[in-house]
């Protein structure tokens, strides 16, 4: 069984950067889809990001984040890395990685993923 373990997550002004980081411990099967998603107050569990292990798709972001964040995955780490930039309070959560496990196709959907990380919290002040 792969365990995930995120850090990175903290306080950190408006406008400012974070980058997330998610190891996987354990083997993961080729291809694969590391996602990234955030529980914020008020909001069902929402899809940040994910991205593929192989190069047949491009990453995916939500509308939200798109152009603000990047995601990259160093496959010799087992390591994934969320790196948030331009930080707007909005982006407040606790945000979570996920690995759909020997999947052709990433998907979006949290329902998909399994397992899960324990979450890292991300708080962005005004």
């Known amino acids: 069984q792969v365990r995930l373990v995120e850090s990175g997550g903290g306080s950190v002004q ?3 950067s974070l980058e997330l ?7 993961l099967h080729e291809p694969y889809c590391m996602a990234w ?6 909001k069902s569990r929402e899809f940040v990001a994910n991205i593929p292990s192989d190069g047949d798709q491009r990453p995916d972001f939500s509308d939200s984040v798109e152009a603000r964040f990047a995601v990259s995955l160093d496959k ?3 390591t994934g890395y969320l790196k948030m ?8 959560g ?3 990685c996920a690995v759909d496990d020997d999947a052709r196709v990433c998907g979006v959907t949290a329902r998909w993923y399994n397992p899960w990380g324990q979450g890292t919290r991300v708080t962005v002040s005004s």
């Open 76 to 78: 010799s780490r087992n």
């Open 85 to 92: 930039g331009s930080l707007k309070p909005e982006d407040t």
């Open 37 to 42: 998603f955030r529980d914020t107050p008020g």
């Open 14 to 16: 408006a406008g400012g």
């Open 94 to 96: 606790t945000y979570t």
């Open 21 to 27: 980081s998610c190891v996987a411990y354990g083997v």
